[in-house]
């Protein structure tokens, strides 16, 4: 990415407004968008990302509803549940083929089922898209199936990394965009003030 163009994404984000570069609209399709542990506050910002990139695949790794955290306070649960089905319905009003919720521990898997018309939901998985094998998870496990990519979320550790050749990508630190026909991967990063809606900060190791 060039400087002119990382200047440009950061004006934007300063103004919290969506700024897609051009080489994301060149990548070959179909695309896959992967996020995870996501704050209400960004709920906006991520339905206008996916809207103009328009991503066939969407792979949630977990904590749906990450500013509240419902295993901790579970009198939450009512706000969660508004929450959660407000994303879901607003999530699968978007063009996307297929949806991918992966339930966190601050998630109710019953609930994302309840809620979600075109959607798969799983605790963990290991799935195909259009010939690339994905394990997905909340947490990072070291003993895990082998695939080509292996996507989780719920802290900063361990980051995002390549072992024997299967790439590894923690959701918390930024928005991953793959095409499935080149397997290129891009990155977008999250809404500034994100990590203080999730209450986490990097130095913390999860929540």
Do not use: C, W
Not at 94 to 114: C, F, M, P, W
Not at 118 to 129: A, H, N, T
């Amino acid at each position: 990415m060039s400087f002119r163009t990382k200047l440009t994404q950061n004006i934007y984000l300063f103004m919290n407004r969506v700024y897609i570069p051009e080489e994301f609209f060149q990548m070959n399709r179909p695309i896959v968008m992967h996020i995870s542990d996501t704050p209400e506050e960004i709920y906006p910002y991520l339905y206008q990302l996916i809207k103009r990139l328009k991503p066939e695949y969407i792979i949630h790794t977990g904590d749906i509803v990450d500013n509240l955290k419902l295993e901790n306070v579970p009198k939450l649960e009512e706000d969660y549940h508004r929450a959660l089905e407000g994303f879901i319905e607003n999530l699968e009003a978007l063009e996307v083929q297929r949806i991918y919720y992966i339930s966190g521990n601050h998630d109710q898997t019953e609930k994302i089922k309840a809620f979600t018309d075109k959607g798969r939901v799983l605790e963990d998985g290991l799935i195909e898209i259009e010939g690339a094998t994905f394990y997905l998870n909340h947490f990072f496990i070291k003993a895990s199936p082998r695939a080509d990519y292996y996507l989780y979320g719920h802290s900063f550790q361990p980051k995002s990394h390549e072992i024997q050749g299967e790439r590894r990508f923690n959701g918390l630190e930024a928005i991953r965009v793959i095409s499935l026909q080149d397997r290129e991967m891009k990155s977008l990063p999250y809404p500034l003030g994100t990590n203080g809606f999730r209450k986490m900060e990097q130095n913390y190791r999860s929540l």
